[in-house]
């Protein structure tokens, strides 16, 4: 039972230290928050976690190792997620210009589309199979219990959720978007430059 225990909160401290680290998911979540589309946002946090899960899975049952051993599958995946994330950025520097809507802001894009958006990201991110057969399959070890893993699945959701559901709550306040319209096109240009950075380091990583 111990054993268990220490396992969890490993499992879960390192978890938590990734998720709340700056990188491509961040940028997409706060893009879409601060651009008012706090449904969208919120869809995409679902849609990380969802990733997430499917990978955290594979890894407990062993697959995620046999996965990343096919060379030719792994760089398709790496060249997929590079070349969405510069797709993002491209989006996110063309849209600088827009107008933010006036109407409500979870009107401007929907869940689904935000939980695919996600959904993607996650999926085709060498990184995260990197993260989930190294280092999370290290802190959990194959004896591990099986209503121990559970906990850590539901965790590890939890902590997603709860992580980028507050950036989007936050980010899309109406005080804060005020403030925005002053360095919109700067931010926007910003998170572009830095979602199609990632995919530019994806596709030259070796």
């Known amino acids: 039972m111990n054993g268990n225990i220490a396992v969890i909160i490993a499992a879960l401290g390192i978890y938590l230290a990734i998720v709340i680290s700056p990188g491509p998911s961040f940028a997409l979540i706060s893009r879409m928050a601060m651009a008012g ?22 890894t407990m049952v062993g697959l995620a190792v046999v996965l ?20 993002l950025g491209i ?16 009107d401007v894009s929907s869940f689904a589309q935000g939980w695919r958006h996600g959904f993607i990201m996650c999926l085709s991110n060498p990184k995260a199979i990197a993260f989930f057969i190294g280092i999370y ?9 099986l209503w121990a893993k559970g906990v850590i699945l539901a965790g590890a959701f939890v902590i997603e959720i709860v992580w980028y559901g507050s950036v989007a709550i936050l980010l899309s306040s109406r005080p804060i978007r005020g403030q925005y319209q002053k360095v919109r096109l700067y931010f926007e240009r910003a998170m572009g430059l830095m979602l199609a950075a990632f995919g530019v380091r994806l596709l030259l990583d070796k």
Do not use: C, M, V
Not at 50 to 58: E, P, V
Not at 68 to 87: E, K, M, P, S, V
């Open 91 to 106: 989006l996110a520097w063309r849209g600088a210009n827009r107008p933010l809507p006036t109407t409500d802001a979870t």
């Open 37 to 58: 589309e706090k449904r969208a946002a919120f869809g995409a946090a679902f849609g990380l976690a969802s990733g997430a899960t499917i990978y955290a899975i594979l």
């Open 68 to 87: 990343a051993q096919i060379g030719w599958l792994a760089r398709t995946i790496q060249l997929a997620g590079g070349l969405y994330l510069i797709w």
């Open 137 to 145: 399959a290290a802190a959990i070890p194959p004896q591990t219990a």
